[in-house]
Each structure stands twice: as structure tokens, then as C-alpha cells.
């Protein structure tokens, strides 16, 4: 836990200051979502190859991550060539021969 000093004016104008309370983010670089939005999509991936992006981010968000985290891991994943959007947009499609946390390399289906 780390401390995040905070400001805030009274309504005399005296200057206050805080401090909170706040709990490390497990995701909180797009590296660390990445690789859990990886690890994931590797467990709910479909005989096509494809992974559905609302059954994704739910599970993403279930695991800890939020909204922000989410779109960072992804957009990291993609443009470290580990997946790409289909062209739906509903799903995204892992890369044949990406290296995936599991240690495991996507085939063809």
C-alpha cells in the first residue's frame, strides 16, 4: 500500500493537506495487463481461433482489471504482435506463433 498525498480548501480558505490510502493496481502497466488479457485469452479461445472481446474483457475485469487497463493491455498486445482485431470488431484473433504466458504457442485450428 503507498501513500498519495491529496490537497483540499476549507471554506476559510486554509489550505489542507492529506494523505490516502491506496492499494497497488495489479495491471497497472500495459505489460502486466497484456499479459493477463494473454493468459486469459488463452483459456477462453474458440475452435475458429478467436477470442470473444465481451467474454475477454469481462473476465479481464473479474480478475482485477478495470476499463483503462483493459484498453492499454490490448492495445499493447496488438502492437507487440501477439493479437489482432478481427475485423468484426467483436473478437480479436491470436497470432499463430506468439508466445503466450502459459509458455504455450497458438496453432491453427
Same mark, same amino acid.
Given at each position: $500500500?503507498?501513500? @498519495?498525498?491529496?490537497?483540499? !480548501? /476549507?471554506?476559510?480558505?486554509?489550505? @489542507? ?5 491506496? &492499494?497497488?493496481? #495489479?495491471?497497472?502497466? #500495459? &505489460? ?6 494473454? &493468459?486469459?485469452?488463452?483459456?477462453? !479461445?474458440?475452435? /475458429? ?9 469481462? %473476465? ?7 476499463? =483503462? &487497463?483493459?484498453? %492499454?493491455?490490448?492495445?499493447?498486445? !496488438?502492437?507487440?504482435?501477439?493479437? =489482432? $482485431? ?12 506468439? @508466445? ?6 497458438? @496453432?491453427?485450428?
Amino acid at each position: $500500500m503507498g501513500l @498519495t498525498p491529496s490537497a483540499g !480548501i /476549507r471554506s476559510n480558505g486554509a489550505v @489542507t493537506l492529506s494523505s490516502k490510502f491506496v &492499494e497497488p493496481r #495489479p495491471f497497472s502497466s #500495459p &505489460e502486466a495487463a497484456a499479459r493477463k488479457l494473454l &493468459e486469459i485469452a488463452a483459456g477462453i !479461445i474458440d475452435a /475458429r481461433g478467436r477470442v470473444s472481446v465481451g467474454a475477454w474483457n469481462d %473476465a479481464f475485469r473479474k480478475a482485477g482489471g478495470n476499463v =483503462a &487497463e483493459y484498453s %492499454a493491455g490490448r492495445d499493447r498486445a !496488438i502492437a507487440d504482435g501477439a493479437l =489482432a $482485431m478481427h475485423d468484426s470488431g467483436g473478437f480479436v484473433v491470436l497470432a499463430l506463433g506468439a @508466445t503466450l504466458p502459459s509458455g504455450s504457442v497458438p @496453432t491453427a485450428p
